[in-house]
């Protein structure tokens, strides 16, 4: 297995390859961000890599035998009550067709061994509450839940 520039890791998946998203990756996440019920068109993910790559934020994406069968998106942040950047996994996804193979995990272990090494000291994950399958898999995997995330799309007035 490879991750997020090239390093090789020896536990995994046989064949399977972790490694940064290039722009010609964008039609094969559109199919795959559609199986989590996003509508993002090939052009709008193009543009929204790029623009993550520009912030310095690290998408994985997972190849088994030349395609491109998952995704995962990070992103770090600075808070003032935690001594070190804080790593979040925010967005990740395996074809339907592919779970329970071992992909997620190998996405997951890849992320993590990269905010690590950017100086993260906590990783979490993000996830929509109707997705109890992936809570329990994140579960799997060590994490527990620890807090609350609330959110809100602010009205078009800013209330």
Do not use: K, W
């Not at 193009?46 to 069968?69: H, I, K, P, S, Y």
Request: with cysteine; proline share 2%.
């Amino acid at each position: 297995m490879l991750f997020a520039g090239g390093m090789a890791a020896s536990d995994g998946m046989a064949g399977l390859v972790v490694r940064s998203a290039r722009a010609a990756d964008c039609r094969a996440l559109e199919r795959l961000i559609g199986q989590l019920g996003y509508d993002a068109a090939e052009a709008d993910i193009t543009r929204r890599l790029a623009e993550m790559e520009q912030d310095g934020r690290l998408v994985l994406v997972a190849e088994l035998d030349g395609e491109v069968v998952g995704c995962l998106s990070t992103s770090m942040m600075r808070v003032l009550h935690r001594p070190a950047p804080v790593g979040r996994i925010s967005m990740m996804v395996v074809d339907t067709a592919l779970r329970g193979r071992g992909i997620g995990a190998g996405l997951v272990r890849a992320a993590e061994e990269a905010l690590v090494a950017a100086g993260c000291q906590l990783v979490e994950v993000t996830s929509n509450l109707a997705r109890t399958d992936a809570h329990r898999f994140y579960e799997r995997l060590g994490y527990e839940r620890t807090s609350v995330r609330l959110a809100r799309e602010p009205a078009a007035d800013g209330r």
